[in-house]
């Protein structure tokens, strides 16, 4: 079982930047690839970026390809989500996530989920 904190949201104005960062409890972090998601209000929550255990592969979405990295430092047990040129429908709660079964099952339906981020652009 994998615990899940995240840190780092805040305020920016549009065009700005901001790191969020996921803190992950246990021995066995590079076993888990590790994902990102947002929930807007009134919007359901979606996929943003993932990352494999070894963090060799990564995966975004449309909306952020170009503008958001995701990396994992395995000896930190911690996973970041670099966002460049903000926008304000970037606008939401950051929720980190984790899954042993690999890159594909966290960016769909992962098992573990930190407790959310929130993350506001200003225009």
């Known amino acids: 079982q994998v615990q899940l904190v995240e840190s780092g949201g805040g305020l920016v104005q549009a065009g700005g930047s901001l790191r969020v960062s996921c803190a992950a409890s246990g021995r066995t972090f590079s076993r888990y690839a590790m994902g990102w998601f947002r929930q807007a209000p009134g919007k359901e929550r979606e996929f943003v970026a993932a990352?494999?255990?070894?963090?060799?592969?990564?995966y975004y979405a449309d909306s952020v390809k170009g503008r958001f990295t995701i990396a994992r430092d395995n000896a930190k047990n911690t996973v970041y989500l670099q966002m460049n040129s903000l926008k304000p429908a970037d606008t939401a709660v950051y929720y980190c996530?984790?899954?042993?079964?690999?890159?594909?099952?966290?960016?769909?339906?992962?098992?573990?989920w930190g407790q959310g981020t929130q993350v506001t652009v200003s225009s």
């Open positions: 990352i494999s255990g070894s963090g060799g592969s990564t």
């Open positions: 996530a984790a899954d042993s079964l690999g890159i594909v099952v966290v960016s769909t339906r992962p098992n573990y």
